[in-house]
């Protein structure tokens, strides 16, 4: 974890340090070495929250994208289940940075569990990833709208990436920028709800992404932009699944 509690502040791993963990309760000690980013762990080497996993620099680097106060917050349900949010907006959009392999059951337990919830994939995991993408995006892809640019592309069954993540509900956003990151890097809409047949991609500036969700305003974009576009696309998905 980035954050425990001190004297009831949120504050961040320094070496020789403890403080109790925002989640259950209990003692955390600070991990402050030299190859892993600093961070909290329990004494007893578990994690209370077991959707919770280990963060590298890329995971680190998107949380200090966004204010203190937002990052990791413990969201409820009407159940009185919990779960850390690694970032929960002030329009409570929930944001999800995914480095590592997912189930798909605890994909779709995450979809059901917040109501408002952005992926963010990390799309250079794994070597192949983003190779098979631009390959895609080179030989079998076509843009259909101008503005937001909205790209087809025919189903890629080789594409592990699209296979994981195609079927969600939720809206994913990979990014493939790495440690060539600049300030045109873009992040990649995959819309939801395509199961087959055709995928559709839009793009977004991690700039904006992030100044949007900054400033509230990724509520705007998906009323004004996102949802319009997927009501667009979906009747083109449908029809392609009749025939």
């Known amino acids: 974890m980035k954050f425990a509690l001190i004297d009831g502040e949120k504050e961040e791993a320094k ?18 070495g030299e190859i892993k980013i600093h961070h909290w762990a329990h004494k007893s080497k578990r994690n209370c929250d077991p959707w919770w996993e280990n963060e590298g620099e890329w995971h680190r680097a998107w949380k200090n994208e966004f204010p203190t106060e937002w990052q990791e917050v413990i969201h409820h349900d009407k159940n009185g289940e919990k779960h850390i949010a690694d970032i929960k907006t ?12 997912l189930k798909p059951e605890e994909r779709r337990s995450r979809n059901a569990f917040y109501n408002k919830l952005i992926w963010v994939v990390d799309g250079i995991r794994r070597k192949t990833d983003k190779k098979q993408f631009t390959k895609i995006l080179k030989e079998e892809s076509i843009q259909i709208i101008d503005n937001p640019p909205t790209i087809k592309v025919r189903f890629p069954e080789e594409c592990r990436l699209f296979n994981e993540w195609c079927n969600s509900n939720s809206l994913v956003f990979f990014d493939f920028a790495g440690d060539k990151e600049n300030e045109n890097s873009l992040l ?22 992030i100044e949007l969700s900054n400033d509230d305003g990724f509520e705007k974009l998906v009323e004004e932009v996102i949802a319009p576009m997927h009501e667009e696309i979906l009747p083109m998905y449908e029809a392609k699944n009749r025939l």
């Open 15 to 32: 070496k020789g340090a403890t403080a109790l963990c925002q989640f259950c309760g209990s003692e955390l000690i600070a991990k402050c």
């Open 90 to 101: 002030g329009t409570d959009w929930v944001i999800e940075f995914q480095h590592s392999y």
């Open 188 to 209: 990649w809409l995959l819309y939801p709800h395509m199961q087959s047949g055709n995928i559709y991609l839009s793009y977004i500036s991690k700039s904006s992404f």
